[in-house]
């Protein structure tokens, strides 16, 4: 696991692309503590940072072929490796090294881009033909490593994570991209390809790009995977399940590669104590992390801890207090790079660090909800789709009773997403503002720009899904690389811990995308398939139990402990422009009276500023803060 920096120029590297591409490794110097390397040649420049996982001597980079042809800058695993390296042996290719870095190189230079469909793993990485003056970026299936890239005129520069381009000398600075903040406001995040700057990128999930230096910097973006969800009524129930289980049995096996310690997050729900369980049989002396909070209904200790005796393992148990939760905040925002409401970001940090004290590698349940309909909308598109089959004049009829219902009544939401196409309700796992509170709130508001606008393409793909599969396909494509994974990777790496999740492996989404719905959302439950396959290894409390998904007492804190803090960030805001801070007032003020729940929208509201604050209003002492060691 690694973070990298680096700049290609067609009219040649200058002495102020070396300086910023060494400031912007160190930048990142918490994704690769253990080793500081930079290549330099005419158009190119790497600058690397090495967290030491695998091949603990001879993994260094950037790796130079013998022939100085390729240059190969990489951040990831790639668990195949071996297999790959094996064949390339038997064909009469010699190693120097037992790296991945190595074989990718290999592949490159014998089959061109086409090497990255046979990579097993979670990787982002860099290709410089030397002698065809061509680059080659890659980024794995699902997003796992990200990997940012800015285009000019004379060039591409490219960074590990986005805070990197505070010290990209040609760079303007940081900014609001107007349309995207209007969308943050709806998602709680800004969904890849895009940064809330509208001038940084993302490398898309599963793609790669080629550009091409001797037709004057000649840019394509491929994509070379796509997940693509069927239903298999051909195989019978136990066949799926056996499949399923020998898919993530040998994925979890795969993600224990490693020449470290590794560890496992361990919440009270299914997915991690699947990955628990089969990682402590490879591994009796895993040790099991878990994070609580000390308000009733917000913990996961006890239930984690009668999971962990059910398995034998070692569990250490981490208790959050408020202190711990302000104190560590903006920390948080910052390491985030892009502003990103989820209220789990600090008890993700929190944990994250707890377990970089004990191990380097940390396996993560991630990524089931989204292969196998875990989360409740999913159970609830079932009555939804039986509402939206009804006539026309009905539904027109059910939304006008809706609208007459107060906000608590049981059954509103269920009608009200009965009524209107998946298409134009569904943006993923996180809906915050409508666009009537956005008018309300925004300065910057703008009538032509809708959130359907971000969801509209990835609908054109999803053909006859079912409404279950159209809700994962969009799940897949905005919630899981933009949210899921960025909190997943930045906030362990902000410690130096690389973050595995076995679930998002190809071999298992293959078992996956076979499954009916009926397999995934049966007898009053969801991933029933899944917590069937593995009920043998698990207590039975722990296979029915729902999920909770790192819960944060953020709705219960605003109403008190946090009024006054969170009231002091909006009114100190710097981002006025684009908030109106009165307004924002209002809402914390209504959702501590207790009559509206507007937890949701004021945590976006405060993410927003404080990202404003340190990437925009205050980047001078945020660089400055860097360069000390201080962030």
Wanted: proline share 3%; with cysteine.
């Amino acid at each position: 696991m690694c973070g990298f920096a680096g700049y290609y120029k067609k009219a040649g590297i200058t002495d102020e692309n070396k300086l910023s591409a060494r400031e912007m490794s160190y930048s990142i110097r918490h994704r690769g503590p253990d080793l500081d390397r930079v290549y330099e040649c005419e158009k190119l420049i790497f600058a690397f940072r090495r967290l030491s996982i695998i091949d603990l001597e001879g993994g260094g980079q950037p790796f130079i072929s013998d022939d100085g042809r390729f240059i190969c800058v990489y951040n990831g695993e790639i668990y195949n490796y071996l297999e790959l390296k094996s064949e390339l042996e038997k064909k009469g290719h010699c190693f120097k090294t037992n790296s991945e870095v190595e074989v990718m190189v290999t592949l490159y230079s014998l089959y061109g881009a086409g090497f990255i469909s046979r990579l097993r793993g979670m990787f982002a990485f860099v290709i410089y033909d030397k002698e065809n003056d061509f680059l080659m970026a890659g980024r794995d299936p699902f997003g796992i490593k990200p990997l940012y890239y800015r285009k000019d005129s004379d060039g591409i520069v490219f960074c590990s994570e986005m805070k990197g381009y505070f010290f990209d000398k040609n760079y303007k600075g940081f900014d609001v991209d107007k349309a995207l903040l209007q969308h943050y406001l709806t998602f709680q995040y800004v969904s890849e390809p895009d940064t809330i700057s509208g001038d940084i990128f993302i490398l898309p999930k599963g793609s790669y790009m080629l550009y091409d230096g001797k037709k004057d910097g000649k840019t394509d973006i491929l994509t070379y995977y796509k997940p693509v969800f069927s239903q298999n009524k051909t195989s019978t129930y136990l066949q799926k399940k056996a499949n399923l289980r020998k898919a993530v049995e040998s994925s979890v096996e795969y993600h224990m590669l490693a020449d470290v310690p590794v560890g496992s997050f361990l919440s009270s729900g299914v997915d991690s104590a699947i990955i628990t369980a089969i990682a402590s049989k490879i591994s009796p002396g895993i040790k099991a992390f878990t994070i609580g909070f000390d308000v009733k209904g917000y913990s996961e200790l006890e239930d984690a801890a009668a999971i962990s005796s059910h398995l034998d393992i070692d569990h250490i148990k981490l208790q959050c207090t408020l202190k711990d939760f302000t104190d560590n905040y903006e920390r948080v925002i910052y390491h985030l790079d892009s502003p990103m409401a989820d209220p789990s970001v600090v008890a993700i940090y929190l944990i994250s660090r707890e377990a970089a004290k004990h191990v380097k590698v940390i396996l993560s349940g991630e990524g089931s909800d989204e292969l196998f309909g875990g989360y409740r909308q999913y159970a609830s598109a079932i009555p939804a789709a039986k509402i939206y089959s009804l006539p026309s004049f009905i539904k027109s009829f059910l939304m006008i009773l809706a609208r007459l219902l107060p906000e608590h009544v049981k059954g509103k939401g269920l009608i009200t997403r009965g009524c209107v196409p998946i298409e134009q309700r569904f943006v993923g796992n996180a809906f915050v503002f409508s666009e009537n509170e956005k008018r309300g709130i925004l300065r910057t508001y703008d009538s032509n720009v809708h959130f359907t606008q971000r969801t509209k393409d990835i609908y054109t793909q999803v053909g006859d899904y079912t409404m279950i599969q159209k809700m994962q396909h969009c799940d897949l494509n905005t919630w899981l690389p933009s949210d899921i994974l960025v909190k997943g990777d930045r906030l362990s790496m902000a410690h130096s811990l690389e973050a595995r999740v076995p679930y998002l492996d190809k071999e298992v989404f293959k078992a996956a995308r076979e499954l009916c719905d009926s397999d995934k959302i049966s007898k009053d439950t969801t991933k029933y398939i899944l917590r069937d396959a593995f009920a043998d290894i698990l207590n039975k409390e722990t296979v029915m139990r729902p999920k909770l998904g790192y819960p944060v007492p953020v709705r219960t804190w605003l109403k008190d402990e946090l009024y006054d803090w969170a009231a002091e960030i909006i009114k100190e805001s710097t981002a006025d422009e684009y908030i109106d801070s009165g307004e924002a007032l209002k809402l914390l003020e209504r959702h501590r009276n207790g009559k509206y729940d507007y937890y949701k929208h004021i945590w976006v509201i405060l993410t927003f500023i404080t990202w404003y604050k340190l990437y925009v209003t205050d980047a001078k002492t945020t660089k400055n803060r860097i360069l000390n060691g201080e962030l």
